[in-house]
């Protein structure tokens, strides 16, 4: 196990009801507030209502910045760092999932930058200062509400980035499993799918980690077990929570802690939603199984062998490892495809390869020291393969 | 899963080396500084040597508490506390295992009391403010180090109490493996079996928690693959670590959030010690299989059916799940006579059952909403059983 140290002050305020707390929490820092939300389904849940009475009830000002695309762009944190600037604001509050709580991460650390917000995402070591961010999680998936990393799209030179800072951890996040019982199948798969993933970067590290890698099973285990549960039951109280649960805990950085390493599938991906703008989860549901073929050899075999047998239950022949470890992708691969979700790229809508190059190599420059090194022209295959 | 709030701000600084951080760490919360520790044990490793050293070189200054007992007395608390208002103490640095470490976090709680110190125990809510507590872990057992709880012992009246106060949480604890090197095979043995207890007493729950429980298992087993690691091989750095990492997330409190009810095999033990001043390591060996058995039903064994095939590999026949229960007891109790730990409590060195009567009596006053009631009778039972 690798030296590390262990940060996770975020507060979490996790069941039915705990929306309550929202204003005491806001006003330990401040009582003037950027509300960040994307297209619009808070109003429509009768979430956005309720935020609004309660900060009004307590006399906290606020503003909003609203439209934050599914892949967050600069252009809407620019727009946020505008508002906050102009209006003094002192916290901001997402309200939904991963890309309203990224782009009010990064609008929340730019605001004290005199240059561009893009700026920081190239090099975090410019970030000055952050203001404090309180979520309100409402799509269970990125895991951002308990992480300090944010992901940003720029699609003038089709980057998508993801940047970390200790201060850009949330101060407090408030986790209602019956938020998320309106998120339809497909974003519940979806959401699943980048859970899992999260999961799995962490676990095929060159670094040992026994206890994380354990605590990563059983973190698998629950996505298995309530993934499709809460598709075939959207208000399945229990299926929701325990993904909600699980996707804070699958990126908070616990799982990596001791075992840090550089991930594979996630670089890829960003390739993918940056240059064709698809559902994040549904590339790493099809992504990572080609992955995990690619990489399956001799000195890989016993670890995917592991996970075989410990997250799959695949109970094969000891003599061979080799099968084992092919039938927990296939099951994989199989799980992502019972959720709902596209197994191959054309599935998932991208009809050409024009861009495969492209992105490879920009994909590539992340991945050198990943679990097994991917160059340009490893990534190109796995592409290929996934089309 | 019920609601609860997560809150661990508590930092930690793992590995090798790490106790380099404790000067910048202990100046955040000031410059005068309360060692406490038991035996002298650091003295003769050299880990009192270098935090003198390190201490002295930047200038804070530092009293000592030393003698600190394995069951940690009230006697010492107040002891502390003395030391602490006559020389302004800011920060409390307890260098050791959980003993240490209860007594520095009573301490802290106890200075700005003015009444006794044992008040407190009796009821938390009067604490009014705790010093910064921060903590040098050298042996691996209650996961004190990362937790809002201390257990003190009152040999006059043979009370061993625990208390709680969020405020009471290490504001930093450095966990370095290589400091329990020298830690012998039997407090080894001991250190794993109270981990393994405070995993199982968490496990065992009414209420519904399915991810809390697959970590938990993730947990056990790290427990079951290091335990005996680590006694066979001392200096054995990636048992240590798992063990010592293991350690804290047992006890941190995410184990137990959205499924919180009283403990079972603790209560008793703590009489256990309180009586006979037994290692409480070795009393909860010998207690839990005896109380697993005790509370095996036909209205539990589904749970510990469960225990025993994640936990325990056990695969025998579905078809029965309560052999299977029972296979899973008894290779609990087979683990802990490998580690080296008694079985009976005559083994353990108690003669008479003299007692059994009035610490089963006050046993039951914190059983009654555990996993299954146990009334004063019940806990006799088990403590017959287990003589």
């Known amino acids: 196990m690798e030296n590390f140290i262990y940060s996770i002050p975020t507060d979490i305020y996790f069941g039915k009801g705990q929306i309550r707390h929202l204003p005491k929490i806001i006003t330990e820092y401040g009582k003037r507030v950027l509300l960040v939300y994307g297209g619009g389904s808070?109003?429509?849940?009768?979430?956005?209502?309720?935020?609004?009475?309660?900060?009004?009830?307590?006399?906290?000002?606020?503003?909003?910045?609203?439209?934050v695309e599914p892949n967050p762009r600069i252009t809407s944190v620019r727009k946020g760092v505008d508002i906050c600037r102009q209006y003094d604001v002192e916290v901001v509050v997402p309200v939904g999932g991963g890309s309203a709580i990224d782009c009010a991460k990064a609008v929340a650390a730019a605001v004290s930058y005199e240059g561009d917000a893009w700026d920081l995402l190239i090099d975090p070591s410019r970030i000055?200062?952050?203001?404090?961010?309180?979520?309100?999680?409402?799509?269970?998936?990125?895991?951002?509400?308990?992480?300090?990393?944010?992901?940003i799209s720029n699609m003038d030179t089709n980057d998508k980035k993801g940047f970390a800072h200790p201060d850009?951890?949330?101060k407090a996040s408030i986790l209602d499993p019956t938020y998320t019982f309106t998120v339809n199948a497909y974003q519940t798969a979806a959401g699943t799918?980048?859970?899992?993933?999260h999961i799995i970067e962490a676990y095929f590290s060159k670094e040992e980690g026994y206890m994380q890698d354990r605590m990563a099973e059983g973190l698998l285990?629950?996505?298995?077990?309530?993934?499709?549960?809460?598709?075939?039951?959207?208000?399945?109280?229990?299926?929701?929570?325990?993904?909600?649960?699980?996707?804070?805990?699958a990126m908070n950085?616990?799982?990596?802690?001791?075992?840090?390493?550089p991930w594979s599938v996630h670089p890829m991906e960003h390739q993918l939603s940056a240059y064709y703008d698809i559902t994040h989860g549904a590339g790493l549901a099809i992504l990572t199984p080609h992955w995990m073929e690619y990489v399956l050899d001799e000195t890989t075999v016993d670890k995917f062998a592991e996970y075989a047998r410990n997250v799959w239950d695949v109970s094969l022949s000891v003599q061979d490892p080799m099968q084992t470890a092919k039938e927990g992708i296939r099951r994989t691969a199989e799980y992502f495809q019972k959720l709902g979700l596209p197994s191959t790229l054309r599935e998932a809508g991208i009809t050409d390869t024009d861009c495969f190059e492209a992105m490879a190599k920009k994909a590539a420059l992340e991945t050198k020291q990943a679990y097994r090194t991917l160059t340009k022209e490893d990534i190109l295959r796995i592409f290929q393969a996934a089309f």
Chains 1, 2 share one sequence.
Do not use: H
């Not at 956005?48 to 439209?67: N, Q, V």
């Not at 799918?193 to 993933?197: G, H, L, R, T, V």
């Open 253 to 261: 950085n616990v799982l990596k802690l001791g075992k840090n390493i």
């Open 168 to 170: 850009m951890r949330p």
């Open 42 to 67: 808070i109003k429509r849940n009768g979430i956005y209502d309720t935020i609004c009475d309660l900060l009004k009830k307590e006399g906290i000002a606020f503003w909003e910045l609203s439209g």
């Open 128 to 151: 000055v200062s952050v203001l404090p961010v309180v979520t309100v999680l409402t799509l269970t998936a990125t895991g951002s509400e308990m992480g300090r990393s944010a992901v």
């Open 193 to 197: 799918a980048d859970i899992m993933s």
């Open 221 to 249: 285990k629950t996505c298995i077990a309530y993934g499709s549960k809460a598709i075939a039951q959207p208000d399945d109280y229990e299926a929701r929570a325990n993904l909600m649960w699980t996707g804070s805990w």
